[in-house]
């Protein structure tokens, strides 16, 4: 471009003032002034029964609410799980990252995630990665052109490796059919409902800034960090404490 008064465009001091306002005037603001309740997904998660009992779909479902809440993660970054680079023990499963996410600086390590064990079995995102292979094993074996070493698959034929997209219409759909507004609330809340969850239990800021792969505080404050809405508060308040205890007990543990 050629030079105004002597100075590129971007840097004319007129320009800078002129941007500077239109800035200030449409500030970026948090999509969500509130956060849901996570206990209201962990107690629909409960009540689905034993892993090898439910509907593929739904095991699918149940698997992408448990790593996203357990990991604080994006979509995009639970779609990139792959089996390749898995490693795993009895008691957690840890997964690299196979390519930057998008919180990785360029000349930085991948990222891993580390998913760990929790002693209540409908709970335990280990125990529900391992059934979740095990019901896919049949057709990751098939010959075909088809890479199906990612973790999460389609539960219809030809079970072609998934979307980001088609990973936050399974937190969706298990999150409405917990009974979670899911036109107020997108699957990307996910990651909102569960820092904040942890950070109201006493998780400190450091702890949850390293699972979610922040930089800065500010990002947590600002974006993240939110009330959590009680749509039920004046039922009985001693469930309200058990449920509380209990998301504690497994937010704290996974996020140190």
Known sequence: HALIDGQRVGQHPMIVTHMRAIFNMRTPKPRYQ????????LKFIEKMGDNNNISLKMLSCKLVALLALTSAGRASELNQLNVKFMSNSET????????????????????????????????????CIRSYLERTSSFREISDNIDRSWLLLSFVKPHHPITTSSVSRWLKT???????????????STRSASVSKAYFAGVSVSDIMQQAHWAKESTFARFYCKPIHKSAFQQSVLKRYLGFERTLSILSRVMK
Do not use: R, Y
Request: aromatic share 10%; charged share 20%; with cysteine.
């Open 174 to 188: 298990i999150m409405a059919e917990a009974g979670i507004n899911t036109n107020q609330f997108k699957a990307h």
């Open 92 to 127: 957690c499963f840890s997964f690299k990252m196979s390519k930057p996410t998008e919180t990785c600086k360029p000349g930085n390590p991948l990222q891993s995630i580390v998913f760990n064990a929790f002693d209540t079995d409908s709970l335990c995102v280990v125990k």
């Open 34 to 41: 509130e956060s849901w309740d996570v206990d209201i997904l």
